[in-house]
């Protein structure tokens, strides 16, 4: 049980362009969902939390307007990097909180972007 | 606001021994705090969650400590085999609740190697 699966597995857009990557709660409900960035050989840092029927919250220095979050149901949180550049290659990780359970948290496999 | 420290940032054993990671916080009003593992390329896999209460957790070969005291958890891995070779990460809730419910601040990780 608590499986959290992520959508594309890996990307590679063009500068400029958009790019969607979905999180879904397989098998259970999620309210809160997370999500984290983390560049090659360093650890996670969290992007913004997603919170199901409301809009996202943001850490301090991540751009909303360049990293749009919808968390539209109890199993699904998407983020689109809008107008990707280069240096928003990463690797992008999200993270669900079960409605049930407050404690522990669990990982999706992550989305890796390259973006040329 | 919670910092999280892991040393060693890497670690070399041979098959068989046994190993002690660190990780030490600077809230001691800890909520709780998990620990993880990732493979390249993949995702988070949890491994051991210990709440404020809780002193020690335990699973297989892999045995977890909490100190709140001192500011910190180790995370002791018997009888290392070459399947163990990750990166080992601890994290912990920035605060017990409120905004910050469920956001998870990471150590650097630690990068173990296991030969065979």
């Known amino acids: 049980g608590a499986v959290v699966s992520q959508h594309p597995s890996w990307v590679i857009c063009k500068s400029g362009t958009s790019v969607k990557i979905e999180c879904r709660s397989l098998?259970?409900?999620?309210?809160?969902m997370f999500w984290y960035r983390q560049f090659p050989k360093q650890s996670l840092m969290l992007m913004a939390t997603?919170?199901?029927?409301?809009?996202?919250?943001?850490e301090q220095g991540v751009e909303k307007d360049k990293f749009l979050i919808n968390h539209a149901s109890l199993t699904l949180s998407t983020l689109t990097v809008t107008s990707a550049h280069p240096e928003d290659s990463s690797f992008y990780i999200c993270?669900?909180?079960?409605?049930?359970?407050?404690?522990?948290?669990?990982f999706g496999p992550g989305t890796r972007l390259t973006v040329t | 606001k919670q910092e999280v420290t892991q040393i060693p940032a890497a670690l070399s054993v041979p098959e068989g021994e046994n190993l002690v990671l660190n990780c030490s916080f600077t809230?001691?009003?800890?909520?709780?705090l998990q620990w993880f593992r990732q493979d390249p390329g993949k995702g988070l896999t949890s491994l051991l969650l210990?709440?404020?209460?809780?002193r020690e957790q335990t699973s297989g070969r892999l045995n977890a400590s909490l100190d709140k005291s001192s500011g910190r958890s180790t995370l002791y891995i018997a009888a290392s085999q070459p399947g163990d070779s990750a990166t080992y990460l601890c994290?912990?809730?920035?605060?017990?609740?409120?905004?910050?419910?469920?956001?998870?601040?990471f150590g650097q990780g630690t990068i173990l190697t296991v030969h065979p």
């Open positions: 993270s669900a909180i079960p409605v049930l359970n407050s404690y522990e948290q669990y």
């Open positions: 997603s919170n199901e029927g409301s809009k996202a919250t943001y």
């Open positions: 994290a912990s809730p920035r605060t017990a609740g409120g905004t910050s419910y469920g956001k998870l601040t």
């Open positions: 809230d001691s009003a800890i909520y709780n």
């Open positions: 210990i709440q404020s209460s809780q």
């Open positions: 098998d259970f409900q999620a309210t809160t």
